[in-house]
Each structure stands twice: as C-alpha cells, then as structure tokens.
C-alpha cells in the first residue's frame, strides 16, 4: 500500500508516455528510451535508472496498458541477457558510472548483450572457469574459452565471469566484468546444435583488455554477483500466463482441427498433458501473485523443472500424433537465428530444441540439488573441492 | 483471476486448527482405528465443531453458522489432512451442508452448524457432479455414515424424478464395511422408514451435483495437506538418518526425489487453490439468500468445473505419490505399523478413488475444454 502512496502517477505517467511518443509511429528505440526516462521500463528500479521505486509487481499495470496501447516491446528474443541478466546485475552490483552507461541503450535494445560463464571445463560447476584476468595497471588482460554462448555474433557487450586468483577456493576467485564484444581479441565461431541451427558459439578471448571501472562488485566477489544473475536468467525462464500456451497449444489446436490424430491412447495422454501444463501455469500465477504481494516463493527453481519436462513431453508427443509430418523435417541448412525460440519452425524443431531445456540456466539435475539444498534445507553432497585453492583441484 | 495465496485470516484459522488437532489428536490415534474401529472419537469432533466452530463455516450466521466460504474450508481440510484426523468435516460439513444450502433447507442446518448433529449424503463414495444415481433401498460404500444423524437420500419420487429425501438414525441401518482407510470407514446404507422430501425434480439434483463438486473441489485440499505432511516428515527423516557414515538426504538419489516430490506439492497447491477460490467466487451463500437466482456466470460456472476437475485429476494423484515417496525413502521403518506413514498412504489412496478418479475427472474436463475422444 506504500508503493501507492510514493507513486499516485503511474496512470498518469503512462498517459503522459502516450500523448508525447505516439506508441504507432515512434521508433522503437526512441519510444523505449523515453518509457526509461518515464522511469516505466522497470518499475521496481530507482528514480533515473529506468524506475521508479515500486514493488517489482506493479510493472504489468504499465506493460498491460503499454500492449493495449500497441507501443513497441523490447526485443526479448534478441537481449534476453541484457534484460534478463545483466540490467539487474548492474542496477544490484554495478557503479553509478556503469548504470549510466548501459541501462538505457540495454532497455531500448540499441546495445545487445551476451552472456560469458560457461566453459569447456565448466558447466554445471560454473565456478571452476579457468579464464584468467590479470590486473595491468588500470585495465585487466582477459585470456580463456567461452561456450554456449547465445547470440555472442550479434552482442555488443558481454558480463564475464573470469579467475582473478587461483590461490584461494573457486568461488572465491573469481571477478564479474562488462566486457565489449567488438575487442579485436576476441573470436567468435558458431556452435551447431542438433536443430541445424547455431544459436551458440564459442567465443575465444585472446589478450583482451577490460578497463578495471567495467568491473562490477569488488575483486573476489564475482561468485555471488554471478549467482544474482542466474537467479533472475531462472524467473525469466519460468514466465508464462495463458491457458493453453506454449507447446501445449499447438497440440490442441491439431486436436480440435483434426478428427484424424483422435485416437483413445492419444486422448489419455492429451488430457494428462493438458492437466499438467495447466496446474504448471496456475503455479506460475501463484508464484506471480505472490511476488506482487511482496512474498517471493522459493518454488521458482522447481517451476523450471517442470517447465522443461512438459516441453520435452509435449513436443514428443506432437510428433507421435502426426506421424507422416512428424517424419519430416523444416530444413537443416546451418543459420545464425536472430534470436532464441522454442515455438518456432516446424514439430521437429520444436522435439529436437526442446532438449535444450534441462540443460540451459542450469540443468534439471542441478536445479533438483537447488531444490533439495536451498528450499527443502538438506545436507550438501560430498564436494571434495571444497576449501582447496583452486590452482591444487584435479581437473 | 482467482487469489491463489492465503490470506491473514485464512492463515489464523489453520494455527487454530492445527493446535486443536495437537491437543486433540493422538497420534497414535489414526491407526488404533484398524484394529479398534468403535473407538470414540467424538471428542475431537467436539473440539473442532463446538470450540472452532468448524461444523457451521460454511453456513449462514443467520442459521446459526460462522459464515465463511470455500477457501476457509479449504484450510481446515489442509490440517485434517495432515492429521488425518478421524472427523466428518468433509462428508458433513462440506458436502451434506452443501446438499442441504443448494436445496434452501432452514430446518436441519442449525442443529448441523452447532456440531449437535452431523449429516451424510448417501451415494456410494466415488459419485462425482453428473455421475450418480438415485438410491433404491441401499447404497453402498458410503463414507461418513457411521456417526451420521441425519442421511440425505437421492431417491426416485412417485413422478420418477429424483426426490431428495431427509432420514433419521431410526429410518436407516447402517452395516459397517472393512474399509482401506479405517480413518474414514464406510458402511452399506438401507433406508428402512419414510423420510422427509427436501427438495424434488431439479432441485433435488442441482442440490446433489453441488455437493459432489464442493466435496471434489475441497477433498483437493485435503489431498494437498496430506502430501505436505509426507515431504515434511520425509525431509526430516532423511535429515537424520545415517548410513554409510551421512545422512541419507546427502545423497542425490534421495535429494532429487525429495525435489521433484517438492515441485509435484508446488503444483497441487495452486490447482487446490484455484479449486476452492473459483468455488468460492460462485458463493452458494449467494444461492441460498436469493434461491433460484444462482450467483456463478455461465463463464464462472464453467471455470469452477475447469479448477475442480483439474485439482482432482492431479491433487489425487500428488497426494498418492506423496506418501509411497514417503514409505519408499523411509525404508523398512515406512512398513512398519508403528511408523505413521502407512495411515497416510491408506487415506490417500482412498482419497484418490473418492469423488471420481482421475481418469474420470479428465473425462470430464476432455468435455468442458472441448478435446473430444472422438
């Protein structure tokens, strides 16, 4: 009830965005630099960083009367790391130099970002990067190989994660750094994926120089700036509201079109996936409702579980239920996609990027170890790492 | 959109109720009743009736109820669920209640809402909204009889339309049945005497199909607050038994179970929920005020049926999953008698067949969604 007294204008703002940037004809970029200014592009940030001080749910009455509006969005298939990472990294960890800098062109998309954690040597055990940063006077010297790198061909900046000192225990050598993509030392090749597609790459960084005010937290504290990071890559995963979206529709819609694909063995498992992926969205709304109130459930780990289960189920299923189709193929020439999508293409697409979904943000497996550590309060495995300096652990 | 949280007051009475039940329910209570099935355990009906008003939250304060709606009672379910507390909350004052509010009955409510008498729908316990029929002579398995004064019969009248008839103890004879679940036991019901009609023809029937819909959409609840109690006291097992020199729950072959046990309750609570808030949006208070003039929108009604035939179709099958995870990672203690987890598996398997089973919920729901079979 605060949020409303601090702010009785949100209305008011959203007119005032309207009447002065007709949502039909401005530029997107222009429009969505102005819902910055507005302080309407995240509510829940502070006063000149794109907010205004409110409670993180109080976004969709300015998103909901943006969209009925028709105002541009923010391309969320292209900069889902810049808005869904690294915006509220920097807003939590970065200076106010950093925030200046990069929130506004990072909320009208004019800069995209990327993502550089993952290596070949670590993966699930995201702390043991081994790219080197080394401090030379006011820059750092960044060495090492990234992997799965989404979208790094057409980033303009990255957030690195990279070993800063090897003597002490992984996390805690680690530092968190904006990097710009366009440094000669880096290279970047495309990763094919069994779609025939290449949404990765590998980015190779080779002597790039990071001046020391790009990085964000102190020296050491990269671990948990990271952390903050997956967390929020985690909720932007698990979003989605209608009935009957995602792959889920694209089955009943077949279903209710095609008498042809009604078979009783095919109506038991329609109606158990339809059952599942509607309580997974009625959880989802809970979880939504209960952030709003201010209470945000620990359930968001376990809601990407679910998440990728019925992805990988229900496009599975799709295929079995139009065999012939199911038997072909959109195209397996090798592209670059603009951006990530699981909807897209054909049902084969679809079963085959769907796989994708327990391993990217963190796969199932270690999202149940989330689960059972973080939530449920069960001892931690056995780490044979721990407290060892990273330089004397057997990789 | 339907709240799906809990509010404060919810919240309160959930404290009040589980501490009653501490009191109140020995533990070792739920399963004396296999082997002591005339055990009294009318005190503890007294003490959630009389003391919490538990009998008549669902009635009217002007028939001598507290007034309350679907989510309250949700709530309470949650805690006998838990419990599983040998009282007849749901079978009296949730679904006979609701019998007897959809079919504008004054008469027999404030002696139900006081706690002075319970009452039983009598139709075998796996009738659900649409799919019962009317009672000649007996019925059978019933649950909730046992105790019942009052026993509301679905009967053909003299115009063969269905007739909802009131009996008394001395009307009926009850013959107990062997039942899986002992905390809830079933008995054969034989009307012998003539009765009172309460409501005849449509009436009748509105009244019976909006027990059975409030009894599927609330059992959810009760399926819910059953599984929690499984993962919590699992959680807790596996936090303090050692072998090979650790607690069990160190291990990923536990954890992850316990994890996807932990995301499988995530999801049953927010379809229990949807389930009694959309049956609470269409108040059947509203019904009983202004009879005739039912309060749920076509929309309403149809998402009420959505949510009940959902929670059913998934909060059966949670509530299951949870107690033999819960035997399963409790090992050869979760066998034994003395170990209260079999208490739960019993109930929830019962509960999974009550009310409709899954399979026939999402029958149900192939229709209200338009997935035909064919």
């Given at each position: 009830?605060?949020d409303q007294?601090?702010?009785?204008d949100?209305q008011?703002?959203?007119?005032?965005?309207?009447?002065?940037?007709?949502p039909?004809?401005?530029?997107?970029?222009?429009?969505?630099g102005a819902?910055?200014?507005?302080g309407l592009?995240w509510?829940?940030?502070?006063?000149?960083?794109?907010?205004?001080g409110l409670?993180?749910?109080r976004?969709?009455?300015?998103?909901?009367?943006?969209?009925?509006a028709?105002?541009?969005?923010?391309?969320?298939?292209?900069?889902?790391?810049?808005?869904?990472?690294?915006?509220?990294?920097?807003?939590?960890f970065?200076?106010?130099?950093l925030?200046?800098?990069?929130?506004?062109p990072?909320?009208a998309?004019?800069?995209?970002w990327?993502?550089?954690?993952?290596?070949?040597g670590a993966?699930s055990?995201?702390?043991?990067?081994?790219?080197?940063a080394v401090?030379?006077?006011?820059?750092?010297v960044?060495?090492?190989?990234?992997?799965?790198?989404?979208?790094?061909?057409?980033?303009?900046?990255?957030i690195?994660?990279a070993?800063?000192?090897t003597?002490?225990p992984?996390?805690?050598?680690?530092?968190?750094?904006?990097?710009?993509m366009?440094d000669?030392g880096?290279?970047?090749?495309?990763?094919?994926?069994?779609?025939?597609?290449?949404?990765?790459?590998?980015v190779?960084?080779?002597?790039?120089?990071v001046?020391?005010?790009?990085?964000?937290?102190?020296?050491?504290?990269?671990?948990?700036?990271?952390?903050?990071?997956?967390?929020?890559e985690?909720?932007a995963?698990?979003?989605?509201?209608?009935?009957?979206?995602?792959?889920?529709?694209?089955?009943?819609e077949r279903?209710?079109?095609?008498?042809?694909?009604?078979?009783?063995?095919?109506?038991t498992?329609l109606m158990q996936?339809w059952?599942?992926?509607?309580v997974t969205?009625?959880a989802?709304?809970?979880?939504?409702q209960?952030l709003?109130?201010?209470?945000?459930?620990?359930?968001?780990?376990?809601?990407?579980?679910?998440?990728?289960?019925?992805?990988?189920?229900v496009?599975?299923?799709?295929?079995?239920?139009?065999?012939e189709?199911?038997?072909?193929?959109?195209?397996?020439?090798?592209?670059?996609?603009?951006?990530g999508?699981?909807?897209?293409?054909?049902?084969g697409?679809?079963?085959?990027?769907?796989?994708?979904?327990?391993?990217e943000?963190g796969?199932?497996?270690?999202?149940?170890?989330?689960?059972?550590?973080?939530?449920l309060?069960l001892?931690?495995?056995?780490?044979?790492?721990?407290?060892?300096?990273?330089?004397d652990?057997p990789? | 959109?339907?709240?799906?949280?809990?509010?404060?007051v919810?919240?309160?009475?959930?404290?009040?109720?589980?501490?009653?039940?501490?009191?109140?329910?020995?533990?070792?209570?739920?399963?004396?009743?296999?082997?002591?099935?005339?055990?009294d355990?009318s005190a503890?009906?007294?003490?959630?009736?009389?003391?919490?008003g538990?009998?008549?939250?669902?009635?009217?304060?002007?028939?001598?109820?507290?007034?309350?709606g679907?989510?309250?009672?949700?709530?309470?379910?949650?805690?006998?669920g838990?419990?599983?507390?040998p009282?007849?909350?749901?079978?009296?004052?949730?679904?006979?209640?609701t019998?007897?509010?959809?079919?504008g009955?004054?008469?027999?409510?404030?002696?139900?809402?006081s706690?002075?008498?319970?009452?039983?729908?009598?139709?075998?316990w796996?009738a659900?909204?649409?799919a019962?029929?009317?009672?000649?002579?007996?019925?059978?398995p019933?649950?909730?009889?046992l105790?019942?004064?009052l026993?509301?019969?679905?009967t053909?009248?003299?115009g063969?339309g269905?007739s909802?008839?009131?009996?008394g103890?001395?009307?009926v004879e009850l013959?107990?049945?062997v039942?899986?679940?002992?905390?809830?036991?079933l008995?054969?019901?034989?009307?012998?005497?003539?009765?009172?009609?309460?409501?005849?023809?449509?009436?009748?029937?509105?009244?019976v199909?909006a027990?059975?819909?409030?009894?599927a959409?609330l059992?959810?609840s009760?399926?819910?607050?059953?599984?929690?109690?499984?993962?919590?006291?699992?959680?807790?097992?596996?936090?303090t038994?050692?072998?090979?020199a650790?607690?069990?729950?160190?291990?990923?072959?536990?954890?992850?179970r316990?994890?996807?046990?932990?995301?499988?309750?995530?999801?049953?609570?927010?379809?229990?929920?949807?389930a009694?808030?959309?049956?609470?949006?269409?108040?059947?208070r509203?019904?009983?005020?202004a009879?005739?003039?039912?309060?749920?929108?076509?929309?309403?009604?149809?998402?009420?049926?959505?949510?009940?035939?959902?929670?059913?179709?998934f909060?059966?099958?949670a509530?299951?999953r949870a107690?033999?995870?819960?035997?399963?990672?409790?090992?050869?203690?979760g066998?034994t008698?003395e170990?209260?987890?079999?208490?739960?598996l019993?109930?929830?398997?019962?509960d999974?067949?009550?009310?409709?089973?899954?399979?026939?919920?999402?029958?149900d729901?192939?229709?209200?969604?338009d997935?035909?079979?064919?």
């Amino acid at each position: 009830m605060s949020d409303q007294q601090q702010s009785p204008d949100l209305q008011q703002r959203v007119d005032d965005l309207l009447a002065s940037h007709d949502p039909e004809t401005t530029p997107p970029a222009i429009f969505l630099g102005a819902q910055y200014d507005a302080g309407l592009a995240w509510v829940h940030f502070p006063q000149g960083r794109g907010g205004l001080g409110l409670s993180r749910g109080r976004q969709v009455e300015v998103d909901e009367r943006l969209e009925a509006a028709g105002a541009p969005r923010p391309d969320f298939a292209r900069n889902s790391i810049g808005l869904g990472m690294a915006a509220p990294t920097i807003l939590a960890f970065g200076s106010q130099e950093l925030q200046e800098r990069y929130l506004r062109p990072l909320f009208a998309c004019t800069e995209i970002w990327c993502q550089l954690f993952s290596e070949p040597g670590a993966g699930s055990d995201l702390a043991a990067v081994a790219t080197r940063a080394v401090p030379d006077g006011d820059e750092w010297v960044v060495d090492g190989q990234k992997v799965w790198t989404s979208g790094a061909h057409n980033a303009d900046f990255a957030i690195l994660v990279a070993r800063t000192d090897t003597s002490v225990p992984k996390h805690a050598g680690l530092t968190y750094f904006l990097v710009d993509m366009r440094d000669p030392g880096i290279e970047i090749r495309p990763l094919r994926q069994i779609t025939g597609e290449a949404e990765f790459n590998e980015v190779f960084l080779t002597g790039v120089r990071v001046p020391d005010h790009n990085r964000v937290g102190t020296v050491g504290e990269g671990w948990k700036v990271a952390t903050t990071t997956l967390n929020n890559e985690r909720v932007a995963i698990s979003a989605g509201n209608d009935r009957e979206a995602g792959q889920i529709g694209l089955v009943t819609e077949r279903w209710r079109t095609d008498p042809s694909v009604r078979t009783p063995g095919n109506h038991t498992e329609l109606m158990q996936w339809w059952v599942e992926t509607e309580v997974t969205r009625l959880a989802g709304e809970r979880l939504r409702q209960g952030l709003e109130a201010g209470q945000p459930g620990p359930e968001s780990s376990a809601m990407k579980l679910a998440f990728a289960q019925q992805a990988q189920q229900v496009t599975g299923f799709a295929l079995e239920l139009a065999p012939e189709e199911g038997l072909t193929y959109h195209d397996w020439t090798m592209v670059r996609p603009e951006g990530g999508s699981f909807l897209g293409h054909g049902p084969g697409f679809r079963y085959l990027r769907a796989k994708g979904n327990s391993i990217e943000g963190g796969t199932s497996e270690i999202m149940r170890n989330i689960v059972a550590e973080r939530v449920l309060g069960l001892p931690p495995d056995h780490r044979p790492d721990k407290g060892i300096p990273f330089k004397d652990v057997p990789r | 959109m339907t709240d799906l949280l809990y509010t404060d007051v919810e919240e309160s009475l959930r404290s009040s109720v589980r501490s009653t039940l501490q009191r109140s329910l020995d533990e070792g209570l739920p399963a004396r009743l296999y082997d002591e099935p005339d055990t009294d355990v009318s005190a503890l009906w007294q003490a959630l009736a009389g003391q919490l008003g538990l009998a008549g939250l669902l009635v009217p304060e002007s028939l001598g109820g507290v007034g309350a709606g679907a989510r309250e009672a949700a709530v309470v379910l949650e805690e006998l669920g838990r419990a599983v507390a040998p009282v007849p909350f749901l079978t009296s004052a949730v679904i006979a209640t609701t019998a007897l509010l959809q079919a504008g009955d004054e008469q027999h409510l404030p002696t139900l809402a006081s706690g002075e008498r319970t009452a039983v729908l009598v139709l075998p316990w796996t009738a659900r909204r649409g799919a019962w029929s009317a009672v000649s002579g007996s019925a059978e398995p019933v649950a909730g009889a046992l105790g019942a004064d009052l026993f509301l019969v679905p009967t053909t009248g003299e115009g063969g339309g269905t007739s909802l008839r009131a009996y008394g103890r001395d009307e009926v004879e009850l013959e107990p049945i062997v039942s899986l679940d002992m905390t809830r036991p079933l008995a054969r019901v034989t009307v012998t005497g003539q009765g009172d009609e309460i409501a005849s023809g449509a009436g009748a029937e509105a009244a019976v199909d909006a027990a059975l819909a409030a009894g599927a959409a609330l059992l959810a609840s009760e399926q819910l607050g059953l599984a929690q109690w499984c993962l919590e006291t699992t959680v807790e097992y596996a936090k303090t038994r050692v072998q090979f020199a650790r607690p069990i729950g160190s291990f990923q072959a536990i954890k992850h179970r316990l994890a996807d046990l932990y995301l499988l309750l995530v999801s049953a609570q927010a379809a229990a929920r949807q389930a009694a808030g959309t049956l609470a949006d269409g108040d059947l208070r509203g019904a009983h005020a202004a009879r005739g003039t039912h309060s749920v929108a076509p929309q309403g009604a149809a998402e009420q049926q959505i949510a009940q035939a959902v929670a059913q179709a998934f909060c059966s099958d949670a509530a299951v999953r949870a107690a033999e995870e819960a035997l399963q990672l409790h090992g050869g203690i979760g066998m034994t008698w003395e170990a209260p987890v079999h208490t739960r598996l019993k109930r929830a398997k019962a509960d999974q067949l009550a009310l409709g089973t899954p399979d026939r919920h999402r029958s149900d729901l192939a229709v209200l969604v338009d997935l035909p079979a064919s």
